[in-house]
């Protein structure tokens, strides 16, 4: 859904950000680099996502990014961004927090990448990065809503057949290139990125992964589990 407006619960009447909430999601960030091991420096604490541009909606959630460079050495054998990948993922998996009815998701980074029409607000200065931008392309647009349908499909066909693992990576590649030609052309109101967000906010992102783990687990496992009950109710 596309709003003339910034979303009122989040900004004030001069598009800035209500304070209560500005220092709510600093505290999160001190919690959050407060279970940081390595040593690092902070350089930015960012607002970015749908909830800082005009096409917010009721799935939105708070893209929390922080940025910082690490010292050197400090990973191990992994890369920089590996290991604040896997605390990112750990910490939004281990807590449930919301503010105003939306999710907090936390991304620590080395960098925050400037998309074309990308709205960021820098938290601790309390002022944009860059400001939020009238999309020409919005996700309810005939061409988004058309290749969305044509991706639910594709993902439908997929599991209904009983898709290899093969075939479910080639269709997860495919989503995964649509959205970052996308957003290394257009930007973040590109077809591509919006279809991702179509995809994703109707659950069939989810579905996909929810049955490639599904396919996998079988593909490990000696028998089923229904079987394995099957055979040795046989015994009793």
């Known amino acids: 859904m596309e709003s003339k407006n910034l979303n009122p619960l989040v900004w004030d009447v001069k598009n800035k950000l209500h304070d209560p909430i500005r220092k709510r999601l600093l505290l999160i960030a001190k919690k959050f680099l407060d279970e940081i091991e390595v040593p690092i420096e902070i350089e930015n604490i960012y ?44 910490f939004n998996k281990e807590h449930d927090i919301f503010i105003k009815g939306y999710p907090v998701e936390v991304n620590l980074k080395e960098k925050e990448v400037l998309l074309k029409n990308k709205a960021v607000y820098d938290l601790e200065k309390d002022d944009w990065v ?94 089923s589990f229904a079987d394995y009950f099957n055979t040795n109710n046989k015994h009793y």
């Open 47 to 90: 607002l970015t996502g749908s909830l800082c541009s005009y096409e917010w909606s009721a799935e939105s959630d708070w893209d929390l990014h922080i940025i910082v460079t690490p010292e050197d050495g400090y990973c191990g054998e992994i890369t920089v961004q590996d290991y604040f990948d896997t605390k990112s993922k750990l």
């Open 130 to 223: 860059a400001k939020p931008v009238h999309p020409e392309v919005t996700l309810n647009s005939p061409e988004v809503l058309e290749k969305t349908k044509e991706m639910q499909a594709k993902i439908n066909n997929a599991i209904n057949h009983e898709a290899s693992i093969e075939e479910l990576k080639e269709l997860r590649d495919e989503i995964k290139d649509l959205r970052t030609k996308g957003l290394e052309g257009e930007g973040e109101f590109s077809v591509g990125n919006l279809v991702f967000k179509n995809l994703r906010h109707s659950g069939y992102i989810g579905k996909l992964y929810d049955y490639k783990g599904k396919i996998q687990d079988a593909a490990l496992s000696l028998e």
